[in-house]
Every structure is written in structure tokens, then in C-alpha cells.
Nanobody, 116 residues
Framework: EVQLVESGGGLVQPGGSLSLSCAAS????????MSWVRQAPGKGLEWVSS????????DYADSVKGRFTISRDNAKNPLYLQLNSLKTEDTAMYYC???WGAGVPRGQGTQVTVNS
């Protein structure tokens, strides 16, 4: 059974940082491209970032480019998202998904709230 378990969210002030993790199991993590998506209250799902299976290529939504960094550890199976210079508009539930681009979340997500 495929499982994706996100963690690391929290409450942070504008300009702050958070590190999100996604523990993957039930599939061969190292062969899959992976992505992060988010859903803000009352809004639809928004693609945030993707990374190729080997980690050699990444892409970011314009709204987070230069502030967020996606990475992965194929030896240990986690996917990461480093969030820096956070803004109030980054407040959302964050999910990791399989594949490149927007995908359907399987996990519970981790809540990021940016509020002064």
C-alpha cells in the first residue's frame, strides 16, 4: 500500500522558515518523480514544486521560486521542502504527491500557517 506521510508544518511569522518532510513507503521511491502541492483555505489545489527521481532536476511555481527548495534522499526515502521567507499567502495544507506536476494527495498533509 502506498503511503505518504507529511510532517514539519507549524505556525510561523512572516519571513520565517519551516522544513517539511514526506515519508514514502509502499513503492520504489527512487524511481518516481515527486512533487509538493498545497491547498489554501477555500481554494483549489496548487502545484508548488517537483523533482525528478534522481534529484537532478527541479521546478517551482512562480509564487515560491527563490524561496522554497525541494530535495530528496533516495537512500532513506524522504522528500523535503524547505520553506524560507514565508508570506501570509503561503498559509495552506501541504501535501507530497507522486509524479511530476500536480497530483492527487494521498496523505493527511501538514499545515503551514504564516501569521504575525
Amino acid at each position: 500500500e502506498v503511503q505518504l506521510v507529511e510532517s514539519g508544518g507549524g505556525l510561523v511569522q512572516p519571513g520565517g522558515s519551516l522544513s517539511l518532510s514526506c515519508a514514502a513507503s509502499g513503492f520504489t521511491f527512487s524511481t518516481d518523480n515527486m512533487s509538493w502541492v498545497r491547498q489554501a483555505p477555500g481554494k483549489g489545489l496548487e502545484w508548488v514544486s517537483s523533482i525528478t527521481n534522481g534529484g537532478g532536476s527541479t521546478d517551482y511555481a512562480d509564487s515560491v521560486k527563490g524561496r522554497f527548495t525541494i530535495s530528496r534522499d533516495n537512500a532513506k526515502n524522504p522528500l523535503y521542502l524547505q520553506l524560507n521567507s514565508l508570506k501570509t499567502e503561503d498559509t495552506a495544507m501541504y501535501y507530497c504527491t507522486r509524479g511530476w506536476g500536480a497530483g492527487v494527495p494521498r496523505g493527511q498533509g501538514t499545515q503551514v500557517t504564516v501569521n504575525s
